[in-house]
């Protein structure tokens, strides 16, 4: 797989299906898809499984590859971008549209059904889609400017009327309420229908991908689980939702309050949650570490690393492109690359501190050392990879052996300012 800077819709290659996992460069994705598989299938009950990560971490493209992969084992698989449908409109009508795309074109009776249902529960979504449907079928024979006014007035109309009927607007909503209820176990008892004869004929569950939620409105990203909490959960139904919870989490306080429970507020929609980063780097740095066969240390080294810093897919690749730049530099160096590694993260993931480095001098390096140690938490309980590049600022962790390497070169007698010297930034 070739992570680009530009677009990120161009790294995202259509799938190959002829060799669907042949572009992950970590070679274990298919392993995590199996496993999440057997997760989800173990039975035909409903199943909402949240792919949690940050942005960069390679959601879309670990779920797109996993979507062709259970097509090829005979799953009817539906992908929904929730970004690219963020457009207004209720996710109901989007998402049971992709559903009613999979009912056979002979069952006609099945597909009225399921018409009626989803026409009947946007019904309830609100005064806005009457309009918009009425602006539309008027825009098919008169000019846009007059179906939009016609549409306004629709819109004006109810609220006079209802202004003018208080009296009646009680008993008008216990009424819409008991069909809401009825209309409600319509849908559902639909698309039970709907998916059952999808199970009975592949003798697999339907699996629905969601994708980037977690960039959508908050209210339409509220309203997307909301739909699939009330709406979706039927027998033999799967729903993968790829997004970040964090950043999820922060839409729905935009809503609710900043002082609102909102990772228990998400927690109540999912019946698991999975990190893709940890699996995912783990996998990236496995792969270099054959790669880089003429330097043992490099998983090591990353896997220390990563504790502080969090690498993405992303950065993994912008790491693998400097190792080659700087590999050039210090070849015959080995002893050097930790340090040299430690660097270039540094630049990748924290390039405030990596610019103010390279302003350092020799004589203010043990002061920027000790900020660098505090910010990303290097103490005397790190791990001695970790401890090992803070005494090149010329540090005392209290570590046993240290400064026996250090003054007796044991291993080498390098310090930060030599390195900077020959890396390339």
Not at 328 to 339: D, G, I, N
Request: aromatic share 12%.
């Amino acid at each position: 797989m070739e992570y680009k800077r530009a677009d990120r819709r161009d790294y995202l290659k259509p799938v190959d299906t002829s060799d669907i996992w042949g572009d992950d460069q970590t070679g274990n994705l298919y392993v995590f898809a199996d496993y999440l598989e057997h997760q989800i299938v173990r039975d035909n009950d409903n199943y909402v499984l949240c792919i949690n990560g940050t942005w960069g971490t390679g959601k879309t493209f670990f779920i797109k590859r996993w979507e062709a992969s259970l097509e090829e084992k005979g799953y009817d698989v539906i992908y929904f971008n929730a970004w690219e449908n963020d457009c207004g409109e209720d996710p109901l009508v989007s998402l049971a549209t992709l559903i009613y795309k999979k009912i056979d074109t002979e069952d006609e009776d099945l597909k009225n059904s399921f018409k009626s249902a989803i026409g009947a529960m946007a019904l309830f979504a609100g005064k806005s889609i009457l309009r918009g449907v009425v602006t539309k079928l008027l825009g098919n024979h008169v000019s846009e400017e007059i179906a939009q006014r016609t549409g306004d007035i629709l819109e004006n109309g109810i609220d006079a009327f209802l202004e003018k009927n208080r009296s009646v607007i009680g008993n008008e909503l216990i009424e819409n309420s008991n069909k809401k209820v009825a209309f409600t176990k319509e849908f559902k008892d639909t698309l039970t229908e709907v998916v059952s004869k999808i199970l009975t004929k592949t003798e697999k569950p339907l699996v629905l991908f969601i994708d980037e939620l977690d960039r959508c409105r908050p209210t339409y990203a509220i309203e997307v689980l909301e739909r699939i909490k009330h709406l979706f959960e039927v027998y033999g139904l799967k729903i993968v939702i790829a997004c970040d919870i964090v950043q999820l989490s922060e839409s729905v306080k935009s809503i609710y309050g900043s002082n609102f429970n909102a990772l228990g507020y998400l927690q109540r929609f999912f019946d698991n949650i999975r990190d893709l980063k940890n699996f995912l780097f783990h996998g990236l740095i496995t792969n270099y570490k054959y790669r880089y066969s003429n330097w043992s240390g490099l998983y090591d080294c990353l896997n220390s690393f990563h504790k502080i810093m969090i690498f993405s897919a992303r950065d993994i690749e912008k790491i693998k492109e400097e190792l080659i730049v700087q590999n050039q530099a210090f070849k015959t160096r080995l002893e050097y690359m930790p340090l040299v590694l430690f660097l270039i993260c540094l630049k990748i993931k924290r390039r405030d501190l990596f610019n103010e480095l390279q302003n350092a001098n020799k004589e203010n390096l043990y002061s920027f050392g000790i900020k660098l140690t505090d910010e990303l938490g290097i103490d005397r309980n790190s791990d001695p990879i970790l401890i090992d590049v803070a005494t090149r600022f010329h540090l005392n962790m209290n570590y046993a052996y240290d400064a026996n390497r250090i003054t007796q070169g044991n291993t080498s007698d390098y310090s930060v300012s030599s390195v900077l010297n020959t890396f390339k930034s």
